[in-house]
Structure formats: C-alpha cells, structure tokens
C-alpha cells in the first residue's frame, strides 16, 4: 500500500454506519459500499459499486457503509 500517515484505522466487516474522517480505505475482500461520504468528490456515486480484495481508494472520507465485505478505514 505504500508510505501511509495514517493515526489508526477502523476495520470494517458489519453493515453498520462508521463516521469519522479517513483518508485511505483499503477493502480486504471483495465488498460493496452501501453509502459513502467523501469531500470534493465529483462525478457519480461509489455507493453500490464492488471494489475486489485489495483495492484501495483514497480521500477524504467522512463516513461509509459497506452491504458486505470487509474494510480497513485509516484515519487521518
């Protein structure tokens, strides 16, 4: 995953709301997000798409859902 300055993260493998303000979120399984919110994001939605095991995405994310899978959310 490279050099990260992360101070935590959160792992994620229910589908219950987690808030908080990430800036990397590495899926460990294949998953899908349910909700997500992300600042200065444009374009469509990530919510409802598949992200296969070990994919990361980067942000500033200040909150997400998954419908299944598995997550690791590290903090900023």
């Known amino acids: 995953m490279g050099m990260n300055y992360s101070v935590g993260a959160e792992f994620i493998s229910d589908t219950a709301e987690h808030t908080g303000r990430f800036n990397c979120i590495y ?3 294949d998953s899908v997000i349910s909700a997500i919110t992300a600042q200065d994001y444009t374009g469509n939605s990530l ?5 296969v095991a070990r994919t990361e995405i980067k942000g500033v994310f200040t909150s997400i859902t998954l419908t299944s899978g598995a997550a690791v ?3 900023i």
């Open 73 to 75: 959310a590290y903090k």
């Open 47 to 51: 919510a409802g798409e598949t992200f």
């Open 27 to 29: 899926f460990k399984e």
